[in-house]
């Protein structure tokens, strides 16, 4: 079954980040109740369709890189819905062969997506929950498309503010799978520095949690960095995440008012 039938023809009543991603992004798979919890939010927050587009382009850029590093296999958690410029349409410019795992702990997004996928033989979308990584990376599916012996890119974009408390056991025990050469790549919420624009963000995450599935929430920069411990931060280490490797850096300047560099960041770690 077509990926846009599936979704039109299991419609749901309760708006998820995934769809609300969607979109944000201008997708086709969300949902008429993604539409108004987005609506709803961006009217606290009009900077949120900016914010995904350039965690998006952060996703699009560290893939190239990595690629380029000489990484052919990617592991994608927290994926959400397929969209133009995906994971494995980056990865295969680069190596024809190259491997994706997409996984995703929403039914229909999985369902979605596999039905996307159907005709690609080297990507596909499991089902999972970022907080258990042991059934993860003992699924069949990923085990069988990706070598854990070689290095991979493992791809956490914006699903750590769903997990709460300290991450960082979490994802060590990921690392501890990985082989040296190996990257990890991680966008974030960040709690702002300036007062106003804090205020505004634990409003807007207010509004956001109350409506959607997933509950989303900021850490510090601090914390945000202790999610890399075992890893090198590859340059320009963790920053907001239009700074990271823009095109064309020759021609970029950082607009310091820009609010969607004080609330999301990333970065890239490699395993040693």
């Not at 991603?21 to 949120?48: E, I, M």
């Not at 990706?146 to 025990?173: E, N, Y």
């Not at 960095?225 to 890893?231: E, I, N, P, S, Y």
């Not at 950082?254 to 890239?268: H, I, K, N, Y």
Request: hydrophobic share 40%; glycine share 6%.
């Amino acid at each position: 079954m077509d990926g846009r039938a599936l979704s039109r023809d299991a419609e749901r009543t309760v708006p998820t980040a995934a769809g609300v991603y969607d979109w944000l992004l201008g997708g086709r798979h969300y949902q008429p109740c993604d539409v108004d919890a987005a609506n709803a939010t961006l009217k606290l927050f009009p900077n949120l369709a900016r914010v995904a587009r350039l965690n998006r382009e952060f996703l699009q850029r560290a893939v190239r890189f990595l690629a380029a590093q000489g990484i052919d296999q990617f592991l994608d958690i927290g994926s959400g819905y397929p969209a133009a410029g995906n994971v494995h349409e980056i990865a295969e410019q680069s190596a024809a062969d190259g491997r994706v795992v997409y996984v995703d702990h929403d039914e229909h997004t999985v369902a979605v997506s596999r039905a996307l996928l159907a005709e690609e033989p080297n990507a596909t979308c499991v089902h999972g929950d970022v907080r258990e990584p042991d059934a993860i990376l003992g699924n069949p599916e990923v085990t069988s498309r990706l070598d854990f012996d070689r290095p991979l890119g493992l791809l956490l974009i914006s699903v750590l503010p769903f997990v709460p408390g300290d991450a960082a056991p979490l994802v060590g025990r990921y690392l501890e799978r990985l082989a040296p050469g190996s990257h990890l790549v991680i966008t974030h919420l960040v709690s702002a520095d300036d007062a106003r624009i804090r205020h505004l963000q634990e409003a807007t995450s207010q509004r956001y949690n109350t409506s959607v599935r997933q509950s989303a929430y900021a850490r510090t920069r601090s914390e945000v960095r202790a999610l890399f411990a075992g890893t090198e931060l590859v340059s320009p280490g963790l920053v907001p995440v239009p700074d990271w490797r823009p095109l064309r850096r020759d021609k970029y300047v950082a607009d310091e008012a820009d609010p969607v560099r004080a609330v999301l960041v990333g970065a890239a770690g490699r395993v040693e």
